[in-house]
């Protein structure tokens, strides 16, 4: 299983800013990552804080494909562009 730290970086007025490192026995990989209000309020509700969703969604993106293949950068919502079914089972992971 992979080891996912999400450190915060930045708190707008609409979104966050997390670093990810993502690591996978001796293979690590980083990313840049924004999480919009929307998306935050529709996988959780306000029930967790922002990190742990942002934590959720990158479980959720490996259980379907390696690190390797996940941008380096990206803003949470374009995982509903692959995966259109994100918006009804990441919840679950929360």
Known sequence: MADIDVQS??????????????????????????????DYDLWSRGRVAPQRVVQAAFRYLLEREPASSILSKFDCSIIR??????????PGLL
């Open 81 to 90: 562009r692959y995966f259109p079914e994100v918006d009804r089972e990441l």
């Open 9 to 38: 970086e930045t708190e707008g007025a609409n979104n966050w800013s997390y670093q990810v490192r993502v690591t996978e026995g001796d293979d690590g990989h980083d990313y840049r990552v924004t999480l919009s209000w929307s």
